[in-house]
């Protein structure tokens, strides 16, 4: 069915943090996943990751390393629920967008309007397309999540000025079952050099392990939308991995003013029933 221009949250970061072009983007993706160790044999699925949102050429590895995990729930997941900070836009708050579709080079993804619906009607969500408009936090995990999911629905958060409870109160609401993904975007530390980076790095992955949901914004862009998550998967039991830590030192070589990133995997306890 043809839609609406109106209707569609065009790509914005498309041709800067990832190709352009449908095919080279595809075959990006899938070189990326190629590389990263595959989900063991036997070992639960994901409920949520926490994944970053750099340029490919800098945080696509690691990125990939959750979304491999992923590989095995094609045609399991349904929706999937995307936090990440607001970079551009000043917000209050969590916001949701207006439009029906979220476009990359690789097609369009429909938005679930239901569950927006009734995320509409807690008092520290909005509406706002502006937050969106611009935002890569959230743009850059959608070609990685087409190319192993397939078809799903998609509830994008731009996450603002807002507490842990805030956003885990919004989770609580749309969390559903095994046909419910989480993904919260956050790189870690920015503009350290290499040595202090990997330390602070290592802290912060730490404090995310313990379930910590006092982490700032200098350990972590999305400090917010993850101790949302931590909060949560302190109260349900989720169980955090450390897929992968490293920072843009190992990836482009510049080592004097590093960004840090890290994947993580939260899986539901074995006895869990929804």
């Not at 885990?168 to 609401?173: E, K, N, Y």
């Amino acid at each position: 069915m043809q839609t609406q221009a109106r209707a569609i949250r065009p790509p914005a970061v498309a041709g800067l943090f990832y190709p352009a072009d449908a095919a080279v983007l595809a075959a990006t993706v899938a070189d990326l996943l190629a590389a990263a160790p595959p989900a063991r044999s036997g070992s639960a699925a994901p409920k949520a990751i926490i994944a970053p949102h750099a340029g490919y050429i800098y945080s696509g590895a690691t990125a990939a390393r959750a979304y491999a995990l992923l590989q095995p729930l094609r045609g399991r997941i349904r929706r999937v629920v995307l936090l990440g900070p607001t970079h551009r836009v000043a917000v209050r708050g969590l916001a949701v967008p207006g439009v029906a579709y979220f476009r990359t080079p690789l097609g369009d993804i429909p938005l679930d309007g239901q569950a927006i619906a009734a995320l509409r009607g807690l008092p520290q969500v909005v509406v706002s397309d502006a937050a969106h408009a611009q935002e890569h936090s959230l743009e850059v995990h959608l070609p990685f999540l087409q190319t192993v999911l397939g078809d799903f629905e998609l509830v994008p958060l731009a996450v603002g000025d807002a507490s842990p409870e805030d956003v885990a109160q919004v989770l609580r609401r749309v969390w559903g079952g095994d046909e419910t993904l989480i993904v919260v975007s956050s790189d870690l530390s920015h503009f350290h050099r290499y040595a202090a980076a990997q330390t602070l790095d290592r802290a912060t992955a730490g404090a995310i392990l313990e379930l910590r949901t006092d982490l700032d914004h200098q350990q972590a862009c999305g400090a917010t939308p993850v101790c949302g998550l931590t909060l949560l998967a302190r109260e349900l039991g989720l169980q955090p991995e450390l897929v992968d830590l490293r920072n843009s030192g190992d990836s482009c070589g510049d080592r004097d003013r590093v960004v840090g990133y890290a994947a993580f995997a939260f899986r539901e306890p074995a006895h869990h029933d929804r």
